[in-house]
T-cell receptor
Framework: DQQVKQNSPSLSVQEGRISILNCDYT??????FLWYKKYPAEGPTFLIS?????DKNEDGRFTVFLNKSAKHLSLHIVPSQPGDSAVYFC???????????FGTGTRLTIIP | DAGVIQSPRHEVTEMGQEVTLRCKPI?????LFWYRQTMMRGLELLIY????????DSGMPEDRFSAKMPNASFSTLKIQPSEPRDSAVYFC?????????FGPGTRLTVT
């Protein structure tokens, strides 16, 4: 039972444009959400997070939006740069709980 | 700090053999996690330890898998006997102050 779903395995975006990565979850107990970025031959690295008391969190070019009623979150990257090409994982947990549930990942390719 | 260290980085073995993956967490971190990455299931949590004690091993696929953390600076994940369906990338991660840091992973291929 996949509680965190990333339905797009891959996404290609032109450099300078906006990249939008989507994530859906089914467990209504989740109240803390994270995005991780992974380059080949490296482990995932933390990118940005959001708690359920907010609907938006911004950090530079990265913004995460949370729609609790739809159980949906998205990561926006503006403007997209070649170095953003990586696999992005969405993850969810109950705040304070060490157990993170990850999605299957979306491979983002930025086209120069 | 060198970050989370995993060894070996690549392991190729034959079905039925024992495989041991190793992890050294970041010094001072009190939680350690073992994950498995596959195309179909993404990153799955296998087991995690807090202060060297296993807290949740519900993700361990079956009895062929076992994990230990004999001290704060070392953990192992063992598969015995290994099967081709165990082929995946195995990540170790540690956390101590809220953020989780992943190692580079061990790519396991069982033929």
């Amino acid at each position: 039972d996949q509680q965190v779903k990333q339905n797009s395995p891959s996404l290609s975006v032109q450099e300078g444009r906006i990249s939008i990565l989507n994530c859906d979850y089914t467990n209504s107990m989740f109240d803390y959400f994270l995005w991780y970025k992974k380059y080949p031959a490296e482990g995932p690295t933390f990118l940005i997070s959001i708690s359920s008391i907010k609907d938006k969190n911004e950090d530079g070019r990265f913004t995460v939006f949370l729609n609790k009623s739809a159980k949906h979150l998205s990561l926006h990257i503006v403007p997209s740069q070649p170095g953003d090409s990586a696999v992005y994982f969405c993850a969810a947990s109950r705040f304070g709980n060490e157990k993170l549930t990850f999605g299957t990942g979306t491979r983002l390719t930025i086209i120069p | 700090d060198a970050g989370v260290i995993q060894s070996p980085r690549h392991e190729v073995t034959e079905m039925g053999q024992e495989v041991t993956l190793r992890c050294k967490p970041i010094s001072g971190h009190n939680s350690l996690f073992w994950y498995r990455q596959t195309m179909m299931r993404g990153l799955e949590l296998l087991i995690y330890f807090n202060n060297n004690v296993p807290i949740d091993d519900s993700g361990m696929p079956e009895d062929r898998f076992s994990a230990k953390m004999p001290n704060a600076s070392f953990s192992t994940l063992k598969i015995q006997p290994s099967e081709p369906r165990d082929s995946a990338v195995y990540f170790c991660a540690s956390s101590g102050f809220g953020f989780r840091y992943f190692g580079p992973g061990t790519r396991l291929t069982v033929t």
